[in-house]
């Protein structure tokens, strides 16, 4: 065989020989979905950890990583959704059309949605909430920027005592303002910052009555659609939106579905679902002025005193990013865009097991490729002090034994010159 050849073939062996570590996944967890680039350097790394997640039935996700608008790695593992009292019903594994209840991600389409009427000359940030909700404490002091930057003074309404009593069931916005307006203020409008979902709900309904079409038709028209969106969509009701996913909880050593929430109990602040591709275009867009201005979009970014503005600031390894992270039942979901990079990073999680916080490092490390990560990983896995290895440790060590015998394997070859 010629060196040439001989090599190629190494190469490929190398690069595709991960498949050999990954065992079964079983019934619930099926051959996973992949478009791996070589330009994503741990590509390997990452892909086998979210397989090996998925078959400790510690997580089960989609992941989708761009680069400048162009796809590095779209990665998916676990079941997507199942229902066992089917006879014959097998589990259904996720792919780039699986739609996700992305949770409070939604807050960002909608603070973007906020800022298209505001420069269409359709809506003030500083117009006042009474102009909508006369019946709401302190209404005439709060303005659709407090809203936004969650200065509002406003009670968490999900946070409340009655909440567990309704929101299985679908809710009016009559209902819904009724139960806020009773609600004492947290603190007095633009003097504080506290996270609240009510914010958003209550600007979701603001957006409906100042454009006089619903939210899904607003979501869909102002951003879905220009940007190509077809699994990008705001909820009145779930069935509405044909989620094809299903969150899940672990417990008796199987993954059991959890109930879903009423989708108007929250509304604008978290009724949307998209797939990791799509909220990646999103975000690709919105920061290359595609959704609205470079002005506007620095008034949604987090300052010193509102840390949770219409956009996230988040920190990986030192290195800063925009977007927003996001829950709802048992779904989780994070979004960011790195500008120096133009990287867009997005995980969309529908079962987990495991610490989500770790868990996020762990996968944003191998991404960003911090050499940190690999170093602690080293340190880790030879340690002496009786502690086990993380799993990523683990799969690391691995992995690294199996690439270092390729290489010397190929270095013999070109050295006896074969």
Same mark, same amino acid.
């Given at each position: 065989m ?7 073939t ?13 065992l ?27 397989d090996?997640?998925?078959r400790?039935?510690k ?6 990583v ?29 792919d780039?059309e699986?739609?996700y ?6 807050k960002?389409?909608i ?11 359709k ?7 009474s102009?909508?909700?006369p ?13 936004i930057?969650?200065?509002s003074g ?5 946070q ?19 139960r ?11 003097t ?15 957006l409906e ?7 899904d ?9 220009p940007?190509r969106?077809?699994?990008t ?10 989620v ?7 417990a ?7 109930t ?9 602040? @978290?009724a949307?679902? !998209? ?5 990646? /275009?999103?975000? &690709?867009?919105?920061? %290359?002025?595609?959704?609205? $201005?470079?002005t ?23 290195q ?56 602690a990983l ?7 002090? @009786?502690e086990?290895? !993380? ?5 690391? /060590?691995?992995? &690294?034994?199996?690439? %270092?015998?390729?290489?010397? $394997? ?9």
């Amino acid at each position: 065989m010629h060196i040439s050849k001989l090599k190629r073939t190494l190469a490929l062996v190398k690069k595709f020989s991960w498949t050999a570590f990954c065992l079964p996944l079983g019934l619930f967890f099926t051959a996973p979905t992949a478009l791996a680039s070589a330009e994503l350097r741990n590509s390997e790394l990452l892909s086998t950890y979210i397989d090996e997640l998925a078959r400790r039935h510690k997580a089960m996700m989609g992941i989708s990583v761009h680069h400048r608008g162009k796809p590095l790695f779209d990665y998916f593992s676990g079941q997507a959704d199942h229902i066992p009292l089917i006879v014959g019903n097998l589990p259904k594994s996720p792919d780039s059309e699986t739609r996700y209840k992305v949770g409070s991600v939604t807050k960002l389409f909608i603070a973007t949605a906020t800022m298209q009427l505001v420069e269409q000359g359709k809506l003030s940030l500083n117009r006042p909430i009474s102009d909508f909700f006369p019946s709401i404490p302190n209404a005439r002091n709060i303005t659709i920027n407090h809203l936004i930057t969650h200065s509002s003074g406003l009670f968490n309404h999900i946070q409340s005592k009655d909440f567990s009593e309704y929101y299985f069931e679908p809710q009016s916005h009559s209902e819904m303002i009724s139960r806020i307006a009773k609600y004492k203020p947290v603190f007095d409008p633009g003097t504080q910052y506290e996270y609240s979902n009510t914010n958003y709900l209550l600007l979701g309904y603001i957006l409906e009555w100042v454009t006089d079409q619903p939210l899904d038709a607003l979501i869909t028209n102002q951003i879905a659609a220009p940007l190509r969106l077809t699994n990008t969509q705001f909820c009145n009701k779930w069935e509405q939106c044909e989620v094809n996913s299903q969150s899940y909880y672990y417990a008796d050593s199987d993954w059991h579905s959890v109930t879903p929430w009423a989708a108007s109990s929250i509304g604008g602040a @978290g009724a949307l679902v !998209s797939t990791p591709k799509e909220l990646n /275009r999103f975000i &690709e867009a919105l920061f %290359n002025q595609e959704l609205i $201005t470079t002005t506007s979009l620095n008034l949604l970014k987090p300052k010193a005193s509102l840390p949770h503005s219409g956009v996230q600031e988040m920190h990986f390894y030192n290195q800063q990013g925009f977007g927003y992270t996001g829950w709802i039942e048992g779904y989780y979901s994070l979004l960011v865009y790195f500008p120096e990079k133009s990287l867009s990073v997005a995980i969309t999680i529908n079962g987990t097991h495991t610490p989500i916080t770790p868990l996020s490092k762990d996968l944003m490390g191998l991404i960003l490729d911090v050499p940190e990560v690999k170093l602690a990983l080293n340190k880790q896995h030879a340690s002496k002090s @009786g502690e086990e290895p !993380s799993l990523l440790a683990k799969i690391y /060590r691995k992995l &690294e034994g199996r690439n %270092n015998r390729m290489d010397a $394997t190929l270095g013999q070859l070109e050295s006896t010159g074969y």
